[in-house]
């Protein structure tokens, strides 16, 4: 009896320090809510406050850290559900390109700083390009705060810091290597070759093993089973990279990927979202923990001038790389100040004894200090940058976007999405035009249409389009799969919308019109007066002839 006592003792002192904090973030969170404060901040608040008391050491264990590590591991897993195969493709550019660039130019100058400042090169290179990089958690966690995740500055945002992952790891391989003091391109090489093993096996788990595996729990037809699954894609992936010697987060993006483009998709991503923002109030705390209150106060003036200075140079050095990259200015301000904190991993690379040993002990944990603040003060900079950005762009600094009010909502600017957008304007009738499909969306923006890039298949961009203010949700794509697929919350959330759909065939008409939407039959002639016609008498207005755009009314291709 008395061994079982004392085991029940131990189960509880393991566990009390996430039960203390599960309620004191909870507490956190609403008071960030009341304060109409990114939930983050008050995570991070939390943390520092409980430090400050001097309990950081209480919250220190390890099913404390697990379930933050866990958190971030889930963060990435969900960024990997919106990466397909296709879409890493089609973003190659910006990860390889603008992600090299921003390393180089950031990472760069902070190396070139530090080595102008006289510390030790090893110190400066590591540390340097360290600085370079960003926080995932706090940046793609602001991104699906607001909406971004399929906005231009939100997509180059997420690209940039999957090379960032990618830099991260060849920083701890060379970390590793002057610790041990072995040879550099070596291991370098190795680490390449895993990284590239990893990636290989999660292309071969989405194209072969992916459907059939969520297929089969399917026919098991029970929910715990389903979350058992994502759980244990979730953590294996990130748990099989991290034995690999490779970043956990690495695994867990792979194995979001992998599961990307599966029918099954969007139920991986329910039944994920609830344990992803769980498990990353954990972490937002641990790094509020993690700032020394004593070393704060003692060099106060070093820890602002570090702060300060880290914030600033970081968003000028995005800035630049933006602008080189061939971004617009206020285009630049805004994704630069969006990545201008330091990196969680950083904490880490300056944790590591062969590289704090090489600076004096103060200069370092002020540099722990300063990356730590810059997580705290992340939502408050980045909104700085989108408002000077905003005043840089054409119109008054308060000017709507173009279509916030819009009665109609086109999404998908096909041919016939185009046609319907000049029938509107021709009889002014405002109208929301979105679009995810980038040369489409650049077309479009270059012909002068007032465009938005946006992604209305995740049903998390919903509140930023602003649907439920729409009288029609017109659907141009001629892909009828996703609607399927979200009919049902479309139902729920906005019954009274009206819903057109162009369909590239008759065969289609039947199960569209099953789901409560008006299906328009693009295969025949004079598909696109019918749908402007549908469109016009939804809105119970009378509509001007001629439309100026019937030369865009041309059957659609059928899906293959």
Avoid at 125 to 153: H, K, N, Y
Avoid at 169 to 188: F, K, M
Avoid at 359 to 374: E, F, G, N, Y
Avoid at 422 to 447: G, P, T, V
Wanted: aromatic share 6%.
């Amino acid at each position: 009896m008395a061994g079982e006592a004392s085991d029940a003792h131990s189960v509880v002192a393991t566990i009390q320090p996430a039960i203390t904090l599960l309620g004191l973030g909870i507490g956190a969170a609403l008071a960030s809510r009341a304060l109409r404060l990114n939930p983050i901040v008050g995570y991070l608040g939390l943390g520092l406050g409980l430090a400050s008391l001097g309990m950081a050491k209480d919250f220190s264990g390890p099913l404390v850290a697990a379930m933050a590590e866990a958190g971030v591991m889930f963060l990435l897993f969900n960024l990997g559900l919106h990466f397909s195969l296709g879409r890493i493709r089609a973003e190659a550019g910006n990860i390889f390109g603008f992600g090299s660039l921003q390393m180089i130019v950031a990472g760069g100058g902070f190396a070139a700083l530090f080595w102008a400042l006289g510390l030790p090169p090893a110190f400066a290179v590591i540390a340097g390009f360290g600085m370079g990089l960003s926080s995932t958690a706090v940046v793609i966690g602001l991104i699906r705060e607001r909406g971004q995740e399929d906005c231009p500055v939100g997509r180059a945002a997420q690209s940039i810091l999957i090379f960032q992952d990618i830099a991260a790891i060849l920083l701890l391989v060379t970390a590793g290597a002057l610790a041990s003091g072995g040879a550099l391109a070596p291991a370098l090489g190795l680490a390449g070759a895993k990284a590239l093993a990893a990636f290989g096996i999660a292309v071969l788990f989405a194209r072969f093993l992916t459907e059939p595996l969520f297929g089969l729990i399917a026919r098991a037809g029970t929910t715990e089973v389903y979350t058992g699954t994502a759980l244990f894609i979730a953590l294996a992936a990130g748990w099989a990279t991290g034995m690999a010697g490779l970043s956990l987060t690495l695994g867990a993006f792979l194995g979001g990927m992998a599961v990307a483009d599966s029918r099954y998709r969007i139920l991986v991503q329910t039944e994920i979202d609830a344990f992803r923002g769980l498990f990353m109030s954990f972490f937002f705390i641990s790094v509020g923990l993690s700032i020394d209150p004593a070393g704060l106060v003692a060099d106060w003036q070093l820890v602002v001038a570090l702060t300060a200075g880290v914030i600033a140079l970081k968003c000028a050095f995005n800035v630049v790389a933006a602008m080189l990259n061939r971004w617009s200015v206020p285009g630049s301000i805004q994704l630069g100040f969006l990545l201008g904190q330091g990196s969680e991993f950083t904490l880490v690379l300056l944790a590591l004894p062969a590289v704090a040993g090489l600076a004096d002990s103060r200069l370092v944990s002020a540099m722990v200090t300063a990356i730590a603040i810059s997580l705290a003060v992340t939502p408050f900079v980045s909104n700085l940058g989108r408002k000077l950005a905003g005043r840089l762009r054409q119109g008054p600094p308060d000017a709507k976007m173009a279509g916030d009010d819009a009665p109609v909502a086109i999404i998908g600017m096909t041919p016939a999405g185009r046609a319907l957008a000049d029938a509107l304007a021709f009889n002014d009738i405002d109208y929301l035009a979105l679009e995810s499909d980038h040369d489409r969306f650049q077309m479009a923006l270059a012909d002068g249409y007032h465009v938005h890039r946006a992604n209305p298949a995740d049903p998390r961009s919903w509140e930023a389009i602003g649907i439920e203010r729409r009288q029609v949700l017109v659907i141009a794509t001629g892909v009828t799969d996703v609607s399927r697929e979200v009919t049902p919350l479309v139902q729920e959330r906005m019954p009274g919308l009206t819903r057109i759909i162009t369909v590239p065939g008759s065969e289609e008409i039947d199960d569209m019109a099953a789901l409560g939407m008006v299906p328009v039959d693009m295969s025949l002639s004079g598909g696109t007066e019918r749908l402007t016609d549908l469109v016009f008498a939804a809105l119970g207005v009378e509509r001007a002839l001629p439309v100026p755009s019937l030369a865009h009314d041309e059957p659609m291709p059928r899906a293959a």
